[in-house]
C-alpha cells in the first residue's frame, strides 16, 4: 500500500490563480481530512469528509472547497489563490466504523504552496 | 508546549539521555490523544496513542502519561537518538466530533552527540 499519497509536493501561484491539490488513499478508509500548517505552528482543519459524497467545514474553510466523489480521493480546490493561503497543506485518512474509533489519522507527506 | 509563533519551543538533550516533552490539551471532552513526530519536509507519523480511561501507556522506547486533572499529556523517550530529532505534536479528539483532532503548536527535540 502506498498509504496517502498527495500531488504536487511544492507548488507557487500567482494572487488570483486557482489550483487542485490531490489526494488519494490506498486503504480503503472512509474519513478523510485536510489540514494546513502554517510556519512554527500545528495542524488547522479545513475540511473532511466521512465517506463518498458527504463533506463539511472544519476551522478554517474560507477560500476552499472539497468533493468526494470516490472513496480514494479528497481534493481541495482553492479558487482565487490569496498570500494567506500560502502554508504546508496535509490530507489524512481513517477508517472509523462510527463516530469514535480509537484509531490514529494517517497523514501524507504534504504540499507546500507558496502565493505570490 | 506552548504556542509561540513563529518559534517553537526547543529541547535540547544529549543523545542516550530522556527526554520529557508536553502538552497542555483544550478541552475536558476529548477522550483520545496522539502524539505525533514530524521530520522535516515530511507528514506527521504515528508514535503513541492513549485513551482518556488510561493515566499511562508504553511503547518501545516510549511512555504517554495523561493527567485529566490538570489537561496535561507528556510524551516520554528512553535513550534519546538521533534519529529522534524532530518536532513533536500532541493532539486531542473530542468526544462526538467524528473523529477530528486538534493539535498543539508542537515542541522541537534536538538531539546531540
Known amino acids: 500500500n502506498a498509504g496517502v499519497t498527495q500531488t504536487p509536493k511544492f507548488r507557487i501561484l500567482k494572487i488570483g490563480q486557482s489550483m487542485t491539490l490531490q489526494c488519494t488513499q490506498d486503504m480503503n478508509h472512509n474519513y478523510m481530512y485536510w489540514y494546513r500548517q502554517d510556519p512554527g505552528m500545528g495542524l488547522k482543519l479545513i475540511y473532511y469528509s466521512v465517506g463518498a459524497g458527504i463533506t463539511d467545514k472544519g476551522e478554517v474553510p474560507n477560500g476552499y472547497n472539497v468533493s468526494r466523489s470516490t472513496t480514494e480521493d479528497f481534493p481541495l480546490r482553492l479558487e482565487l489563490a490569496a498570500p494567506s493561503q500560502t502554508s504546508v497543506y496535509f490530507c489524512a485518512s481513517l477508517f472509523a466504523p462510527g463516530q469514535a474509533t480509537n484509531q490514529p489519522q494517517h497523514f501524507g507527506d504534504g504540499t507546500r504552496l507558496s502565493i505570490l | 508546549g506552548e504556542s509561540v509563533g513563529l518559534h517553537l519551543p526547543t529541547l535540547s538533550v544529549q543523545e542516550g539521555d530522556n527526554s520529557i516533552i508536553n502538552c497542555a490539551y483544550s478541552n475536558s471532552a476529548s477522550d483520545y490523544f496522539i502524539w505525533y513526530k514530524q521530520e522535516s519536509g515530511k507528514g506527521p507519523q504515528f508514535i503513541i496513542d492513549?485513551?482518556?480511561?488510561?493515566d499511562k501507556r508504553q511503547g518501545q522506547r516510549v511512555t504517554v502519561l495523561l493527567n485529566k486533572t490538570v489537561k496535561h499529556l507528556s510524551l516520554q523517550i528512553a535513550a534519546t537518538q538521533p534519529g529522534d530529532s524532530a518536532v513533536y505534536f500532541c493532539a486531542e479528539r473530542v468526544r462526538g466530533g467524528y473523529n477530528k483532532l486538534i493539535f498543539g503548536a508542537g515542541t522541537r527535540l534536538a538531539v546531540h552527540p
Open positions: 492513549i485513551r482518556s480511561n488510561m
